[in-house]
């Protein structure tokens, strides 16, 4: 059990430039959620897969935000047309039945 | 949606102190987590629970899921203990998927 890992680490990006992250849930995991939090909140609730099906997206996810999850493994998670208010840390979390475990998160800089 | 509230938002200790971290929710739940979040953004488990009483070693959280409140215990902190520690929800009502609900979190600061 390795843990849930994402890529990358720190991304620093211009405003108006695309960027995607990457999640790697722990392995036989089904459920995958993404969340993003800026400094001083929680982190808030972005979006889930059960498996390669997209269930839920928050309100926060607006269209310039798309996820995928193609074969139900690894997800991504894409920013089009970034904006200084997408800078967050964006953390993704997987579980097999109610227990989240989370990964070290993406942290995105948009200058 | 499920409201969670933490308290209290800041607490400052001495090493060798305890301390108990309040999480008060308005609904039913499914799942309620405790985590510490490391000075680096990382999420570490601490507790997974619902209901009922857990320990492990200095630390430990009970849940009244009849009265909506998680307690978080910690005994003789460490200043290694520092961080924010949260606590999350997922509402019983409705579909909500496991989604977690997170409170603004508690800051601790243990110092030596």
């Known amino acids: 059990d390795t843990g849930v890992s994402q890529d990358p680490r720190h991304k620093i990006t211009k405003r108006g430039q695309n960027v995607t992250f990457r999640c790697d849930p722990i392995?036989?995991?089904?459920?995958l959620y993404w969340y993003r939090q800026t400094l001083g909140q929680g982190p808030e609730f972005l979006t889930y897969f059960q498996n390669e099906a997209q269930l839920e997206k928050s309100r926060l996810l607006s269209d310039r935000f798309s996820a995928e999850r193609p074969k139900g493994s690894f997800s991504t998670l894409e920013i089009q047309r970034t904006e200084q208010g997408d800078s967050a840390m964006y953390l993704c979390a997987s579980s097999r039945l109610s227990e989240q475990y989370f990964g070290p998160g993406t942290r995105l800089t948009v200058t | 949606g499920i409201q969670v509230e933490q308290s209290p938002p800041d607490l400052i200790l001495q090493e060798g102190a305890n301390s108990t971290l309040r999480c008060n929710f308005s609904?039913?739940?499914?799942?309620l987590q405790w985590f510490h979040q490391n000075p680096w953004g990382q999420l570490i488990n601490l507790f997974y629970?619902?209901?009922g009483t857990k320990q492990n070693g200095r630390l430990s959280a009970t849940t009244v899921a009849t009265e909506r409140y998680s307690l978080l215990y910690i005994s003789s902190s460490q200043t290694t203990d520092s961080g924010v520690y949260f606590c999350a929800v997922d509402g019983a009502g409705g579909t909500s998927y496991g989604k977690l609900t997170f409170g603004q979190g508690t800051i601790l600061t243990v110092h030596p």
């Open positions: 609904d039913s739940v499914n799942n």
């Open positions: 629970i619902p209901s």
């Open positions: 392995s036989e995991h089904n459920r």
